[in-house]
C-alpha cells in the first residue's frame, strides 16, 4: 500500500470518528431541546398570546387613596385622617421646570415614545440576559401600567410582554397629559408621602405650584430608591444622589455648568419633616374625638367597621366640625396662664359649649395628645365633682316647688340616713358651717350640710333622674353610665367629666332648653356631594323656663358674692356658676356659663387623687396661701374667667332672662327623720351659734355672745312629717316644708335641758 493511500485511509477514519462524535453530540443536543420546548411550550405559548390579553379597563384608573380633611367651623384646616399621606393634584397646577426635570430623570423620551422605549427596552434585555447589570427601562406609561393593572402578576418574561402590551395601547387611549398626572399622584417618595404634592409638603413646606426647579430634582432624584435615598435617616446618601441628579440637569441642558458650580458639591437637602407639613396632621384630643365617633359612634360612613375606616382613612371626606379654633387657642392659652408648670403632674381640661345649640366651641383634654403617651382625654374622662355637682340638686329642688328663699339649717356636724346603708349612716364634719338661712345663701357658700340635705329632702333618685335630662348627651346616658343615688351625692360622691358638667349646665343657660353637644356639622365626600348634615333636634323644655331662670338667678351670686367673687368676668358680664372641691383637695372645679357660652374647668392629678396641696405642689403655694389646698375658687375659676373674657371679646353683652317673683313666702325645708319640727308655746330660744348678717347678700357671719341660763322653753312637738319614696320620680312632687318660727331638733337626740314638751 503506497505511502499516499496509507495516509488517505488514515484520514478518512479521523474523519469518519469525528463525524460520530459530531453526530452523537447532535442527536444529544436535539433531545435537550426538544425536552426544553415540550417543557416551556405553555409559557412560550403565553408569552406569544400576551397581546390578546387586554386589561379590564384601560380608560378609567382606579380610585387613588385620599387622605380626609378636618375643618373647623370657619372652615380652616385642623386636621386630618390618613394611612398613606396620598395627596391629588391637577398636572396644571405643577411648574413646567420641576416637570421637566422629573422627566430628564426617569424619561427623557416621554414625549416621543408610544409607551415603550424601543431601544432602551433592547438594551435592557440584552444586558439582562448576558447576565450583565439589571436594567428596567420602564417608561412612565409602563410604571403606570405595573401599578394599575399588573398587581400580583409573576414577574416573568410573560409580565414584561405584558407590561409593553398595555403600555402601548394605554397611550393611544389616555392622552400622556393624564398619563403623567397619574404617575405623578402615585410615585411613592419616603417618608409615607404618595405623589408630588405630599413630598412637597413633607419635604419642603410648599404646595407643589410653588416647587423650584431644584426642588424638582431633588424629588425625582427619590423615585429610584425612597428609602436608601431618605435625606432625613440618610442625609449623606441622599446628597450623593442629588449629585448626580444635578449632573443629569447639566447632560441635559436644564442647567449650565456654571449653575451647577455654583451649587457646589455640599448643596442644601431637606433634612427634618416640614413643620408645615404636619400641621394639619397634628392629632388633638378634639380631632381623636370626632375620629372615635365616626368609627365606633355612628354609621355615618358604613354601616360595617370596615367599611367606615376604608372611607375615613382613605376615602378623601371632608369633616366640617363645630371647634372655633380662636376659642381652642383661648383655652389652651388660659390653662398655660393660669396653672403654674409643677413636677407634681397636675394638669386641667376644659369643655367649651355654645349655650344655644350644644355645639362644642373648644376642647382641652389635657397637656397635649402624643401617641402612646398621652391619649386620654381629660375632658371626657370622669372625676368625682365636689360641691360643682349641688346645681343639678338645686334645678332638681327648684322644679319640686322649693323657692330660692326658703330657709335650710346648713350647721356642722350633720349626720343623714344612709340609703345605701343603713347601718353607717352618712357623717359631715367639715367645710363650712352655717345655720339656717335661704337656700340662696347656701348655695352661695357652697354648704355641704344645708346641700345634703336637700338631695334626700328632694329625693336622691329623683336628683338623679334630673342629672340624666339635664346632662344627656352621646357619652352620658343611662346606658352608657351609672349615677348612684349616694347619700354623699351632694359632696361629689360620683363621677362625672367635664363635658358632662358642661352638657346639664347648657341647660340652665337656655332656660331650660337642653340640646345634647355634638362636634360634627356635615360631612362631604371627595366629590363635594354632603354625605352627612347636622339635623337641629326638636327642642323641648328639659326644665320649665321659671325653674331654669330661678336657678341661674341663684348661681349669678356665686360669682358676684360667694365663693368666685374674685373672678368676675371683665365689663360686669351677666355670668352664673357653681365652684367644686373634692375631699382633701384632689378635684377642683368650677362651672360658669353666660347666655352665649357655656365653660366647665377640671384641675387635678390625671393619674389618680393627688392632694393638691402646698407640700405636694410647692408650686401653688403663692395661690393656695394659708388655706389647706387648691379650691374651686383657685386656678379653675382663674382658668375659667382668663378663657370666658377672651372669647367673649367683642361680643354683645346679653343678660339672661329675668326669674320669675316669688309665689309665696319662704317656708323652712326640713329632711323628715333627721330635724323634727316643734312650735314654742312659751318662753324664747337663745339665739343660734351664728346668724345671718342683715344684709342678705353678704357672706359674713355674726357671733352672738352665748345666754348663761337660757330661760325655760315649752314647745309642742308636731307630726314630723315623711320623705319622698324613692319610686317617686315626679318631677312635681312637693317636698316636706313648714312654716317659718318653728322649732327644730335632732330626731334622734333628747331635747336640751331647758326644753319641755307639752301634749297640749
Not at 620 to 644: C, D, E, H, L, T
Not at 731 to 742: A, D, I, K, M
Request: net charge neutral; with cysteine.
Amino acid at each position: 500500500m503506497s505511502k499516499f493511500f496509507r495516509d488517505f485511509v488514515a484520514k478518512l477514519l479521523a474523519r469518519r470518528e469525528t463525524l460520530a462524535r459530531i453526530g452523537v453530540v447532535v442527536l444529544a443536543g436535539s433531545i435537550f431541546v426538544a425536552a426544553t420546548i415540550t417543557a416551556m411550550a405553555p409559557r412560550v405559548w403565553g408569552v406569544l398570546n400576551a397581546h390578546n390579553q387586554v386589561p379590564p379597563s384601560l380608560t378609567g384608573f382606579s380610585g387613588l387613596a385620599q387622605r380626609s380633611s378636618v375643618y373647623d367651623f370657619a372652615g380652616n384646616q385642623i386636621g386630618s385622617y390618613q394611612l398613606e399621606n396620598s395627596q391629588l393634584m391637577n398636572i396644571d397646577n405643577v411648574p413646567t421646570e420641576v416637570v421637566a426635570a422629573i422627566l430628564a430623570l426617569e424619561d427623557s423620551e416621554f414625549e416621543r415614545h408610544k409607551g415603550v422605549n424601543l431601544r432602551a427596552f433592547t438594551r435592557a434585555i440584552l444586558s439582562n440576559s448576558r447576565g450583565g447589570s439589571k436594567q428596567g427601562a420602564s417608561t412612565i406609561t409602563m410604571q403606570v401600567v405595573k401599578n394599575e393593572f399588573l398587581a400580583g402578576l409573576e414577574r416573568d418574561g410573560r409580565y414584561k410582554v405584558l407590561q409593553a402590551r398595555y403600555a402601548t395601547m394605554l397611550e393611544k387611549e389616555v392622552p400622556k397629559k393624564l398619563i403623567l398626572e397619574r404617575y405623578l399622584n402615585t410615585i411613592y417618595l419616603g417618608n409615607n408621602a404618595y405623589g408630588l404634592q405630599a413630598a412637597a409638603e413633607v419635604y419642603f413646606g410648599k404646595d407643589v405650584r410653588d416647587l423650584t426647579m431644584l426642588d424638582g430634582a431633588f424629588l425625582a432624584g427619590l423615585i429610584q430608591a425612597p428609602s436608601s435615598y431618605d435625606p432625613i435617616q440618610y442625609p449623606d446618601s441622599s446628597r450623593n444622589r442629588y449629585l448626580q441628579v444635578l449632573d443629569r440637569l447639566v447632560e441635559t441642558g436644564l442647567i449650565t455648568q456654571t449653575e451647577r458650580d455654583s451649587i457646589g458639591d455640599e448643596p442644601s437637602i431637606p433634612e427634618v419633616i416640614n413643620k408645615k407639613s404636619q400641621r394639619d396632621v397634628t392629632r388633638t384630643y378634639f380631632t381623636e374625638e370626632v375620629k372615635d365617633y365616626l368609627l365606633n359612634g355612628s354609621d355615618i360612613l358604613g354601616t360595617t367597621y370596615q367599611q367606615r375606616y376604608n372611607t375615613l382613612f382613605r376615602g378623601g371626606v371632608k369633616v366640617f366640625t363645630t371647634l372655633d379654633s380662636k376659642a381652642q387657642t383661648a383655652a389652651e392659652q388660659a390653662v398655660r396662664d393660669e396653672l403654674p408648670a409643677n413636677k407634681a403632674g397636675i394638669t386641667a381640661a376644659v369643655v367649651s359649649l355654645d349655650s344655644k345649640t350644644g355645639a362644642v366651641r373648644a376642647m382641652v383634654g389635657g397637656r397635649g395628645f402624643v401617641a402612646g403617651q398621652s391619649e386620654v382625654n381629660l375632658a371626657l374622662r370622669r372625676r368625682q365633682t365636689g360641691s360643682s355637682v349641688k346645681f343639678f340638686i338645686l334645678a332638681a329642688a327648684l322644679q319640686a316647688g322649693v323657692q330660692p328663699d326658703d330657709l335650710i339649717d346648713g350647721t356642722l356636724p350633720c349626720t343623714l340616713a344612709n340609703p345605701g346603708n343603713l347601718d353607717e349612716p352618712f357623717e359631715i364634719t367639715k367645710g363650712v358651717s352655717q345655720s339656717t338661712a335661704s337656700l340662696r345663701l347656701m348655695t352661695w357658700l357652697s354648704i355641704n350640710c344645708a346641700y345634703a340635705k336637700l338631695s334626700q329632702i328632694v329625693g336622691l333618685e329623683r336628683v338623679v333622674e334630673t342629672m340624666y335630662r339635664m346632662s344627656s348627651s352621646q357619652w352620658l346616658s343611662k346606658e352608657t353610665f351609672t349615677i348612684q343615688p349616694y347619700a354623699s351625692l351632694a359632696t361629689g360622691a360620683n363621677e362625672l367629666s367635664p363635658m358632662d358638667m358642661a352638657s346639664g349646665a347648657q341647660t340652665l343657660a337656655n332656660s331650660g332648653v337642653h340640646v345634647e353637644p355634638y362636634m360634627i356639622e356635615r360631612i362631604e365626600d371627595a366629590r363635594g356631594t354632603v354625605l352627612y348634615q347636622y339635623q337641629k333636634p326638636n327642642l323641648e323644655q328639659t326644665l320649665p323656663g321659671e325653674v331654669a331662670n330661678n336657678a341661674v338667678d341663684v348661681m349669678r351670686g356665686v360669682i358676684k358674692s360667694g365663693t368666685a367673687r374674685r373672678t368676675p368676668l371683665e365689663d360686669d358680664r351677666p355670668a352664673a356658676g357653681k365652684t367644686g372641691t373634692q375631699d382633701n383637695n384632689t378635684n377642683a372645679w368650677f362651672v360658669g356659663f353666660t347666655p352665649q357660652y357655656v365653660t366647665t374647668v377640671w384641675v387635678g392629678d390625671p393619674k389618680g387623687y393627688t392632694k393638691m396641696t402646698k407640700s405636694n405642689v410647692p408650686e401653688f403655694a403663692s395661690v393656695i396661701g394659708n388655706r389647706g389646698g387648691v379650691q374651686g375658687a383657685m386656678f379653675p375659676a382663674m382658668i375659667w374667667k382668663s378663657y370666658m373674657d377672651e372669647v367673649h371679646r367683642g361680643l354683645e353683652i346679653v343678660d339672661f332672662a329675668a326669674p320669675p317673683p316669688p309665689v309665696r313666702e319662704p317656708l323652712r325645708l326640713y329632711l323628715p327623720g333627721i330635724e323634727c319640727p316643734a312650735k314654742v308655746v312659751a318662753g324664747t330660744l337663745p339665739p343660734p351659734k351664728s346668724t345671718v348678717a342683715s344684709n342678705p347678700k353678704s357672706t359674713t357671719t355674726t357671733m352672738p355672745v352665748e345666754s348663761t341660763t337660757p330661760n325655760t322653753v315649752v314647745v309642742s312637738v308636731l307630726t314630723p312629717g315623711t320623705t319622698i319614696a324613692p319610686t317617686d320620680l315626679n318631677p312635681f312632687s312637693p317636698v316636706p316644708t313648714t312654716e317659718n318660727g318653728l322649732y327644730f331638733f335632732e330626731c334622734a337626740k333628747p331635747l336640751p335641758s331647758y326644753v319641755q314638751t307639752t301634749t297640749g
